[in-house]
T-cell receptor
C-alpha cells in the first residue's frame, strides 16, 4: 500500500459528461501529480500541484482541470468527455516539489461510452 | 508529450535468467526512478537514483544512473515468475529556471518494458 488513495476505482460515463476524480496523498506529502495512462501511450504527465499551487503543467487538455485543497487532497475534473478520454488516471504524491520519489495510487479506470 | 526511449519493449524470461533493460534520452536528467506495474495496479517504486554513476541495488534488482546523465539501466538477476509485469523508467529534468535550481517536479516516463514468462 503506497499510502496514496484514489476514488473511485472505476467510473463509467457517457460522452459529453463531466466527472471528478479524487486523490488523497500520503500523509505529509505536499506535491500531487496527475498522470493519464492509455493503452498505447504509457504514462502521460498532466499536472502537478505543490502545497495548493499549480507547479507544472504537461499535456493537459483545456477540458481538464485540477486543484489541490488546503488539506492537500486533489481533484481532477474532466468535462465534455470523449471516447478517447477512456484511460487509467493515476495520482502520485511526493514529499516536496523536486528530487524526491513519487508514490502512486491504484488509479481510477475511466470508461467513456 | 516528451518521453524517454525505453528498450526492449518486451521480453520473455525463463526462470533463473538475468534480465536487462535501459532508458535513454537526448536530454540530461537529475533523477532516475524505476517502477514496476502489475495489471490493474499503480506503478510501484523499485529504485531511485540521484547521482551520475550511482549504482543501487534492491534485492535482485540493480540500477545505474549513467555517467552522461542521459541514460539508466535496470538489471534483474535470477528472475522468478513474480517478476513478470511492466517496468517503467522515469526521470526528472533540471529546472529550466536556473534561479530556482533543482529539478522539475514532474516525472517523464518511458513507454515500459513488458516482461513475460517464456511459453
Amino acid at each position: 500500500d503506497s499510502g496514496v488513495t484514489q476514488t473511485p476505482k472505476h467510473l463509467i460515463t457517457a460522452t459529453g459528461q463531466r466527472v471528478t476524480l479524487r486523490c488523497s496523498p500520503r500523509s505529509g506529502d505536499l506535491s500531487v501529480y496527475w498522470y493519464q495512462q492509455s493503452l498505447d501511450q504509457g504514462l502521460q504527465f498532466l499536472i502537478q500541484y505543490y502545497n495548493g499551487e499549480e507547479r507544472a503543467k504537461g499535456n493537459i487538455l483545456e477540458r481538464f482541470s485540477a486543484q489541490q485543497f488546503p488539506d492537500l487532497h486533489s481533484e481532477l475534473n474532466l468535462s465534455s468527455l470523449e471516447l478517447g478520454d477512456s484511460a487509467l488516471y493515476f495520482c502520485a504524491s511526493s514529499a516536496a516539489g523536486q528530487n524526491t520519489e513519487a508514490f502512486f495510487g491504484q488509479g481510477t479506470r475511466l470508461t467513456v461510452v | 508529450g516528451q518521453q524517454l526511449n525505453q528498450s526492449p519493449q518486451s521480453m520473455f524470461i525463463q526462470e533463473g535468467e538475468d534480465v536487462s533493460m535501459n532508458c535513454t534520452s537526448s536530454s540530461i536528467f537529475n533523477t532516475w526512478l524505476w517502477y514496476k506495474q502489475d495489471p490493474g495496479e499503480g506503478p510501484v517504486l523499485l529504485i531511485a537514483l540521484y547521482k551520475a554513476g550511482e549504482l543501487t541495488s534492491n534485492g535482485r534488482l540493480t540500477a545505474q544512473f549513467g555517467i552522461t546523465r542521459k541514460d539508466s539501466f535496470l538489471n534483474i538477476s535470477a528472475s522468478i515468475p513474480s517478476d513478470v509485469g511492466i517496468y517503467f523508467c522515469a526521470g526528472q529534468r533540471p529546472n529550466i529556471d536556473m534561479n530556482y535550481g533543482g529539478s522539475q517536479g514532474n516525472l517523464i516516463f518511458g513507454k515500459g518494458t513488458k516482461l513475460s514468462v517464456k511459453p
